[in-house]
C-alpha cells in the first residue's frame, strides 16, 4: 500500500495539467514559483504559532497544510521525491556523534 | 519495509530519552517548543530562498532540514504520525471541486 | 515636524476605538495578536521573497507593509515606541568590536 | 534631532566600508542578499513567537533586531530610507474607508 505522503505528492503532480480554475493545486502551481514559495511562508508561521500557543489538533492541521503547500513546491521545481526520501535516510542513518557533528 | 519519512521520525522519538550532549535532536527536544518552533522557522525561510533563487540541489536539502524539524516539533508535541497522514489522505481524496470549495 | 514613523503609529494607536467594519487596522486590532503576528509573518515572506527576486519598487513597498503590521503588533502588545527607539540608539552607539561582541 | 531610525540607518549604510572582520554589520552586507534576507527571516519569526508566547520586553528587543537587519536589506539594495517614509505617509494619509478599500 502506497503511504499517505507519496500518494498526495502523485495528486499534485497530476494537477499540473489539471483547469486552474477548478484544482487549487492546479492555480497554484499556475501562479509560479513565488506564489508557492510565500504560501508555504505562511503555513510555516501558522505552524509556528499553532506550535507555541495552540491545541495539538490545529498543530496537525497546520502541519498537513505545510506539507501539502512544500510538495506543490517540489513538484514546481521537477523534484524526484526519491531523492527527498534519500536525504532523510541519511539523517537517520548518523549515529548520535556524527549527528551532533553535522548539526542534526 | 518502512518509508523513510517514518522511520526518520522514529529515530527522533527514541532521541527523547538521548543525552542532550551527545544527540542534536535530543538538546533540541530539552530547548522547547520555542527553540523548536525557532529553527522550523529559519529553515522555511532557507527553503523558500533556495526555491526562489537556488539550486534544485538546495532545495532538497532545504526542505529534508525542514522536514527534519517540523518532525522534531510534531515530537515534542506528543502528535501520533498517523494523524498527520490520516490528514493527507483528506486532501488527497477531495475532487478537483471539493478541492476549490476547501482551498485545498 | 513629526517623523513618518511616528505619526503611522499614531494613527495606528487611534485605530484601537475605530469601527472594526470600517477600519482595516481596527479589524486587525480586534482580531488578536495571534492574528496580527501572522500578518507580520506572511509580510516578512513576502520583503525576503521580494529582496531576493524583485525589484527595488516591489522591497519598498513590501517593506512598507511589514513595518505597518509589526506597528499593529506593538500597538496590540500596548509598547511605547520610544521604547523602541532607545533600543535602537543603543545599536547605534555600539562601536565595531562591542558590534562584533553583540552580534550587531 | 535625528529620530533614532534615521541615526542607525546612516551607521549602516556607513559600515558598507568597514572591516567585515571587525564590523556585524559590514559582515552582513559582504554576506550578500540572500545572507541578509535569512537573517531578516529569523528575526521576524523570533519576533512572532515573543509575541505570542514572550514577555513585553522580549517583543521590544526582538523588534528591535528585525529592524536593524531589515535597515541592512535596505541599504543592501541601496534603497533611499525617504522612499519608505513616503511610503508610510501615504498609509497614514488613507482614511478609514480607502484604508479598507486598500487593505491597509
Redesign the interface.
Known sequence: MR??????FS?IVD?KN??PS????AKLLDGG??V???K???E??????E????S?DS???E??????H?MV??A????NLQ???????R??GRS??Q??A???
Open positions: 503511504h499517505a505522503i507519496d500518494k498526495l495528486n494537477r489539471a483547469d477548478v484544482s487549487y493545486t514559483t513565488n508557492i514559495a510565500q508555504v511562508g505562511e510555516a508561521v501558522e505552524t509556528i504559532i506550535a507555541v500557543s495552540g495539538q498543530l496537525i492541521h502541519s498537513a497544510d505545510l506539507l501539502y512544500l513546491l517540489w514546481d521545481a521537477d523534484i531523492s527527498i526520501w534519500d536525504e532523510l535516510d539523517r537517520s548520535g556523534i549527528e551532533k553535522n548539526r542534526l
